[in-house]
């Protein structure tokens, strides 16, 4: 019995030193910031959106407006520890400040919109954002033309001389 030991390989990671030899750092895709996780479904007529903000002041440090046809959620995650300098420290948590926006029906007006905030999750509710927009079922006949021709006309015969 042999012992392999396979260790996990990034893809990438020898284009991104390829690249880094020849350019300099490669910048990364990955926001600086906090960007909050959100998820958009569909309750009954009303559209929800519920973006995950723990440890962020809701009251003081988060905006919900209805602008143009868009729903923008924009704060700030704040840290409010000192910074500490002499001793190791890991910080995996991202801190600043974000801004999520998405789409909404034309018809939308900001009396629809309400916020709530419980356990860590701001919920968004578009009341109305799906009515009146069932998706409604187009028959198709078979054997029938989309368009309809005018009807042939008959050329006169030619006279004969």
Known sequence: MSNTIWTRRDPFAD???LVRNAFGPVTTTRPAGF????EVFRDGDDAVVRLELPG?????DVTVEVDGGRLTVRGERRDERAEQRDGRSLREVRY??????????????S???SATYDAG?????VTGAYAGREARRIPVT??????????AVEAAPAERA
Do not use: I, K, M, Y
């Not at 960007?35 to 959100?38: G, H, K, L, S, V």
């Not at 078979?142 to 009807?151: M, N, S």
């Open 56 to 60: 962020v002041d809701v009251d003081n």
């Open 111 to 113: 009396e629809a919109v």
């Open 35 to 38: 960007t909050p996780a959100a």
């Open 15 to 17: 284009f991104d030193a």
């Open 121 to 125: 999750v701001l919920s968004v509710r």
């Open 142 to 151: 078979a054997g029938a033309t989309a368009v309809t021709a005018a009807p």
């Open 96 to 109: 600043g400040t974000f801004r999520r926006s998405f789409g909404l029906p034309q018809h939308t007006t």
